[in-house]
C-alpha cells in the first residue's frame, strides 16, 4: 500500500471512531464489475472491465478499513456511470466511498453531466437519506399526585396505561401518600390534587 493510503487509513481510523466516513473524489483507479471477494465493498454495476492497479489498491483499503464504493450500488445509464471521459476513452475513477453502515442511508449514486466546462471529469452525487437511530417515541408526562385510598382504586382501573414509578412518601394527611406516575398521553387522567 502506498503513501496515500497509509495516510487516509489513519484519518479514516480516527474518523471511523467517533462519525460516519465519507470519501468523495478522483482515485484514478477502475474497480471494474468482478465482486468477488469484495462483496462486501462494491456492487454489481462496477464499469465492465477488469479492476487495473490502482482499483485493486482501492478494493483492498476499502475492504480492510470496512468501506463501500457506492458507484457500483446502483443500475444506471452509462452516461450516468462514467465519471471521466478524455482522449477518445471514458472511464469511472472519481468514487463515493463510505462505510458499511452509512451506507444504509445512501439511495442512489450517479453522475450528472454538463455542469462543468472546464474539466474532463463529471459532476458524480449521491442522494442520502436522513438515518433516525429506532429509538420507541412515547411522550411521557411526570406528575406528583396526592392520592387518596378512596381515588387510587377508581384511578388505577380507568387508567390502566398508567406505570407506578416510585412512592415518594407517606404525608401528613391520613391516609394520604403522594405517587409519582408516568403517563403516556398527557391529559387524558382526572386525579384529585390536594
Given amino acids: 500500500m502506498d503513501s496515500f493510503y497509509e495516510a487516509l487509513s489513519d484519518v479514516v481510523v480516527r474518523v471511523k471512531d ?7 473524489g478522483d482515485f484514478n483507479a477502475r474497480i471494474g464489475n468482478r465482486t468477488e471477494g469484495y462483496e462486501k465493498v462494491m ?5 465492465d472491465m477488469e479492476a487495473n492497479r490502482n482499483g485493486k489498491q482501492l478494493l ?3 475492504a480492510s478499513m470496512g468501506l463501500v464504493i457506492t ?5 444506471h445509464k452509462n452516461i450516468h456511470r462514467y465519471t471521466w471521459e478524455g482522449r477518445g476513452t471514458r472511464s469511472v475513477i472519481d468514487y463515493i466511498i463510505t462505510d458499511q453502515e452509512f451506507r444504509k442511508a445512501v439511495r442512489d449514486t450517479r453522475v450528472f453531466r454538463g455542469f462543468f466546462d472546464d474539466t474532463d471529469h463529471y459532476l458524480i452525487c449521491s442522494e442520502i437519506g436522513i438515518v433516525r437511530p429506532k429509538v420507541q417515541e412515547f411522550i411521557s408526562h411526570i406528575t406528583n399526585y396526592y392520592v387518596t385510598s378512596k381515588t387510587a382504586p377508581k384511578l388505577a382501573k380507568k387508567h390502566q396505561n398508567w406505570q407506578k414509578s416510585t412512592v415518594m412518601g407517606k404525608k401528613q394527611h391520613k391516609n ?3 405517587v409519582t406516575y408516568h403517563v403516556d398521553t398527557p391529559g387524558q387522567y382526572i386525579a384529585k390534587e390536594l
Fill in 18 to 24: 467517533k462519525d460516519s466516513v465519507l470519501l468523495m
Fill in 43 to 47: 456492487g454489481k454495476f462496477g464499469e
Fill in 60 to 62: 483492498d483499503f476499502c
Fill in 71 to 75: 458507484n457500483s450500488f446502483f443500475k
Fill in 176 to 178: 394520604c401518600f403522594s
